[in-house]
């Protein structure tokens, strides 16, 4: 437990004492596939994200017909966030500036906290979930609020990487309690894949003669990652 917490809050507290504030790069916003289409600019980079409202809607509607063991909250409010991805990415991408990530990276952090209260309570501490989910979401929300008011994006860094790597700690170290569990190998394959499409954003837009980019590649295996979560859930329900 003492290298759990070590693994998830060592990196926090070593990135606000040895670095100092890290702001958002202009050129973050300036990807390479901006053409419209049917009068929606950057159209595939909106157009990819639907992707995420089909697996929302797919794990919101199994948690209302079955009955899901395990961190049930924290995975209804995984997928919550899920689906507000599509909402929020599509918004951005509409017209890509600071103001508008702030509605992007809202729902991601839903997602990502929400993902990591429940490895933690189904692996680690099974009857946290009613403390760790509500202190998990208002740690995401705060970064992002952070971030707004002092420019600062340490935290939100943090939100992003910290709780993922103690996910793959506690994934790696503590046994199952549930079944089906490789699919979460499956999601954390799929999650490092989109970040690495996300950096090759213009060489996959030059390498496909102008077909696709790695940004809207980045959305669609981005939203694999939770469709392996759901087909996890579906199989342990079953």
Same mark, same amino acid.
């Given at each position: ?21 890290? %702001? ?8 390479? #596939? ?24 797919? &794990?919101?509607?199994?948690? *209302? ?10 995975? *209804? ?12 990415? %599509?918004? /951005? ?37 009613? =403390? ?19 420019? #600062? @994006? ?14 793959? /700690? ?5 046994? %199952?309690?549930?079944?089906?569990? &490789? /699919? @979460? ?9 989109? =970040? ?5 954003? *213009?060489?996959?837009?030059? %390498? ?9 590649? =980045?959305?669609? *295996?981005?939203? &694999? ?9 579906? =199989?342990?329900?079953?």
């Amino acid at each position: 437990m003492l290298t759990l917490a070590a693994i998830l809050l060592v990196p926090l507290a070593v990135l606000f004492a040895t670095a100092g504030p890290i %702001a958002q790069d202009p050129a973050y916003h300036g990807l390479a #596939d901006a053409r419209a289409l049917l009068g929606v600019p950057n159209f595939l980079n909106v157009a990819t994200n639907a992707a995420f409202l089909v697996v929302g809607i797919l &794990g919101l509607t199994l948690f *209302a017909k079955r009955r899901i063991p395990g961190a049930r909250r924290s995975w *209804a409010v995984f997928f919550l966030g899920v689906l507000l991805v599509t909402f929020g990415s %599509a918004y /951005y991408h509409l017209g890509p500036s600071d103001g508008r990530l702030v509605w992007d990276r809202l729902p991601m952090t839903i997602a990502f906290m929400a993902a990591f209260s429940a490895l933690l309570t189904e692996h680690v501490a099974p009857e946290s979930e009613g =403390k760790v989910l509500p202190i998990a979401l208002a740690l995401g929300i705060a970064s992002v609020v952070w971030w707004v008011y002092s420019r #600062d @994006l340490r935290l939100y860094a943090w939100v992003q990487f910290g709780p993922l790597a103690a996910s793959v /700690y506690m994934l790696v170290m503590y046994p %199952a309690r549930y079944p089906h569990r &490789g /699919y @979460l190998a499956g999601a954390l394959f799929l999650y490092v894949l989109a =970040k690495l499409f996300e950096v090759a954003d *213009a060489a996959i837009f030059s %390498a496909t003669s102008g077909a696709i980019s790695g940004h809207s590649v =980045k959305h669609l *295996a981005a939203a &694999g990652a939770p469709l392996c979560v759901y087909l996890m859930l579906r =199989k342990r329900a079953a």
